[in-house]
């Protein structure tokens, strides 16, 4: 859940936070690029392309995810999704230092590919996983998973934590630490019976 569903729910509401800041740094970087102050509807326009490409990348990962789960199995294309993670906190960590509002776009792209194939993949595998008479409450660890992550967003967008102007690039990287903590993880775990059986035709690795 760490590295699935709850990348989704933290992405969600970390946004929330440091949405005045991250509009003062695109007005700051577009009059030192083009030596004029932006119109304000230009900053919205602009503020609307952080917040709703988060659902484009979503529903790209979303597309993708069944075919990474049959081609390369759920954990494997579990361990996947951190790639775009990892790459959408490096954008997004280094944009105020590279002086690039739209590192912030291609990040949060990036953070919605991971959680359209996160979010898909975590309900699979462990509902392959579980055992029959505790599969019910596994499947709700992604609603909890998601609980969790928008919480955690919350919490980490406090004044008292993150949400100041110095601190928001590194609030907006923090998912890379679950999609590290997965990567040192996951790999340890068994892959889905129900995946071995019937895509691998691997009966042995399956029992």
Known sequence: GI??????????SIINS????????????????????????MITLMWSFVVSIYSIGGLLGSLSAGYLSVRFGRKKAMLFANIPALLSATLMGLSRLCGSFEMIIAGRLFSGVCGGIALNIHLMYAGECAPQKLRGLIAITA????AVGKFVGFALGLREVLGVDALWPV??????LPALFQLLTLPFFPDSPRYLLIDKKDKEGCI
């Open 143 to 146: 609603s909890t998973a998601t």
């Open 171 to 176: 609030l907006m990287a923090v998912n890379a």
């Open 18 to 41: 440091p949405a005045e800041y991250i509009k003062s740094f695109i007005r700051e970087t577009w009059l030192k690029r083009y030596s004029s102050s932006p119109s304000e509807d």
């Open 3 to 12: 590295g699935g569903a709850f990348q989704y729910g933290l992405q969600v």
